[in-house]
């Protein structure tokens, strides 16, 4: 079993920034493509941002993309999402997620993909 846990959220005013981690414990995730995802009040889960197991290959919803960076560091078994230029429609509850039994080159945007979820961190944008 993996467990995942992340951090850095909290309350920003438009064009902050913050970076969240998700540290995972119980297994090693080096092996695992990585993603973030995202859930806005009254809304699904999004896609937001997604890493190969290797660092190598990245991938980004078009509302994100050139504001955040996802990267991950396999020593310490921990994803980050630096965000940049934050806008009041990002504010949700951010989740931490691994694909564990991907085979492909590049990381998935499919919530169905992902099997271990973390439990979620609050961000806030003020206008």
């Known amino acids: 079993q993996v467990q995942l846990v992340e951090s850095g959220g909290g309350l920003v005013q438009t064009g902050g920034s913050l970076r969240l981690s998700c540290a995972a414990s119980?297994?090693?995730?080096?092996?695992?493509?990585m993603g973030w995802f995202r859930q806005a009040p009254g809304k699904e889960r999004e896609f937001v941002a997604g890493?190969?197991?290797?660092?190598?290959?990245?991938r980004y919803a078009d509302s994100v993309k050139g504001r955040f960076i996802i990267s991950r560091d396999n020593a310490k078994n921990t994803v980050y999402l630096q965000m940049n230029s934050l806008k009041p429609e990002d504010t949700a509850v951010y989740y931490c997620?691994?694909?564990?039994?991907?085979?492909?080159?590049?990381?998935?945007?499919?919530?169905?993909?992902?099997?271990?979820w973390g439990q979620g961190t609050q961000v806030t944008v003020s206008s």
């Open positions: 890493i190969s197991w290797s660092g190598g290959n990245t």
């Open positions: 119980g297994r090693t995730v080096s092996r695992y493509h």
């Open positions: 997620a691994a694909d564990s039994k991907s085979l492909a080159l590049n990381p998935s945007s499919l919530i169905g993909r992902y099997d271990y």
